[in-house]
């Protein structure tokens, strides 16, 4: 397991109206080809409490992003596949539709990148369009 930087950018909306959110922490890399998992404590806090998130990779077919704390998750992102998620926030719980469309994953033992591109509808309703690009480097 090894100390790490991350850099993460997300955009999310619809059309022309989109949200971009970049923010920067550490945590942990660990694992080998192509399936690795990178750990962190999100910045946001939910009730004086962090949130921690996993991020599961197996080669470019499918990353799953977990959640727990505050806020509890589980998608799965799967390459050109639609996968029905369960998202959990303090108000109330959700299920999702997730729709893989691009999945880019250059990580190794000393780093590298993720990129996912994907949809997020419920009852079939399209919520948002999706990009999150992350970048880990050793510390």
Do not use: H, W
Request: net charge neutral; charged share 25%; hydrophobic share 35%.
């Amino acid at each position: 397991m090894k100390k790490v930087v991350i850099k993460i950018k997300g955009t999310q909306g619809l059309g022309s109206d989109k949200d971009v959110i970049e923010f920067k922490t550490e945590g942990t890399l660990s694992g080998a080809d192509g399936n690795y998992v990178l750990s962190y404590l999100d910045g946001a806090v939910i009730d004086n409490a962090k949130i921690k998130t996993r991020v599961i990779t197996s080669g470019d077919k499918s990353v799953t992003l977990e959640r727990s704390g505050a806020i509890k998750s589980k998608l799965f992102i799967e390459n050109g596949v639609r996968n029905n998620c369960f998202y959990s926030v303090p108000e109330g719980s959700l299920n999702l539709g997730i729709y893989g469309k691009e999945i880019l994953n250059t990580l190794n033992e000393n780093g590298g990148k993720i990129k996912m591109v994907y949809t997020l509808d419920t009852d079939l309703k399209l919520i948002s369009e999706n990009s999150v690009e992350i970048s880990v480097t050793e510390r």
